[in-house]
Each structure stands twice: as C-alpha cells, then as structure tokens.
C-alpha cells in the first residue's frame, strides 16, 4: 500500500462546477496535510493546509479531513479554466525532520 | 526576497559525468530539502536538512550527496550520472519551528536534468 494515494485521474470538469479531489493515507499518526498545486513545468505551490478533523475553507477551496477513515479531500467551487493543474496531496507524518510525504498527483482539467 | 532558487535551470550530461545543482535561499529557514520528480509521479525526498552541517538521507539518496555549510546554501551533488537520475529536481525550505504540526514548504523553480 502506497503511504499517500490519490486517483492519477485525469479529472475532467465543465467551468462552474465544483472539482473533488481525493486522498488517502496509511500512517495514522500523521499530523498535518497539504495540498499542493503544481502547473504544468513550474514548481509546487501551496494551496491549502489542514491539521484538524473537519472542513477548511479558503476562497473556493475547501479542505476536509477525516483522520478516522485517512482521508482528505479537497474541493474547488466554481472551477475556472485556470485552476486546470496537478494537485498534489502531501502529509507530514511528524518527526523533527518535518518531512512531506507526496501523493502521485491528480491531474484537473477545466473545461471552458 | 528572492525566496528559494536553484541553477541551472537546465543541464544535459553523459553518462558518468559529474555535477552540482545548485539552491539558496533567503527566508533563514532552516530545514531544507531536495526533492526529484519523474514524469507524472509525485516528489520523492532525495535528502534534507535540519539546520547547518546536519544532513540525513530521504527516501532516494543513492547516487547523491549533499553538504550544508551555511543556513542559506544546500548543493546537491550527483557522481557519475546514470540515465536513471533523468529527472526534475526541486529544492524547498522551511521554518521547521513551532509544533511540527504545520510546516509549509517553499519549492524552487527546479533542475531539469537529462542523462544521456
């Protein structure tokens, strides 16, 4: 079992819709979650982070974390054509390293 | 701030070749990191570091090595590459203070290397 998955996708939706993007983890000690944006060519930039069980909301972004089910999610409301990108999911498992674990990525596409 | 950067931007080298990637950075974070990405996978931690003259392996470190002389630099080296170091290397940092239960990491524009 791989320690951080997510659907590869690609992930097609129309402009307006809303997009969910989904991961799992293995390690149930882990303490924090990330969640990256990568365009094509360019460098990782973070989008959203989450650390408690719940819903955390950023502009049209909302986080959820269910630490029971290792899970995390996140959700981008009205999609524009912009946000089309990798989303990479990365959990810090804690240490004093404070290292990040990667998920492969999803793979959004927003359609005009 | 400049934030995190990285030379080059681009290099091609023969096979058995050596090189040095460059990052610097000038957030004083003190937690640096390398990171390689193959297509379509996600980051993989070559080696990283807690603070000046302290280094640890990551999850891929063979073929690799790293020194961290100053807060600011943190080389990467490669010895005798192999077609299998073709790959985007990412350089972060990070505060690594307070809990550990959040701790952003700040990603250079990255190395696009080829072996050939």
């Known amino acids: 079992q791989k320690e951080v998955e997510q659907n590869s996708g690609p992930l097609s939706v129309p402009e307006g819709a809303i997009a969910s993007l989904n991961c799992t983890y293995s390690?149930?000690?882990?303490?924090?979650f990330f969640w990256y944006r990568q365009y094509s060519g360019k460098s990782p930039e973070l989008i959203m982070f989450?650390?408690?069980?719940g819903d955390k909301e950023d502009g049209r972004f909302t986080a959820q974390l269910n630490k029971a089910s290792q899970y995390v999610s996140l959700l981008i409301r009205d999609s524009q054509p912009s946000d089309s990108a990798t989303y990479l999911c990365?959990?810090?498992?804690?240490?004093?390293?404070?290292?990040?674990?990667f998920g492969s990525g999803t793979q959004l596409t927003v359609l005009p | 701030n400049a934030g995190v950067t990285q030379t080059p931007k681009f290099r091609i080298l023969k096979i058995g070749q050596s090189m040095t990637l460059q990052c610097a950075q000038d957030m004083n974070h003190n937690y640096m990191y390398w990171y390689r990405q193959d297509p379509g996978m996600g980051l993989k931690l070559i080696y990283y570091?807690?603070?000046?003259?302290?280094?640890d392996k990551g999850e891929v470190p063979n073929g690799y090595n790293v020194s961290r002389s100053t807060t600011e630099d943190f080389p990467l080296r490669l010895e005798l590459a192999a077609p299998s170091q073709t790959s985007v290397y990412f350089c972060a940092s990070s505060y690594g203070l307070g809990t550990g239960v959040y701790n952003e990491q700040f990603f250079g524009p990255g190395t696009r290397l080829t072996v050939l």
């Open positions: 989450i650390y408690s069980n």
């Open positions: 990365a959990v810090n498992r804690g240490g004093s390293a404070r290292q990040l674990t």
């Open positions: 390690d149930r000690g882990s303490q924090s």
């Open positions: 570091s807690v603070g000046a003259g302290i280094t």
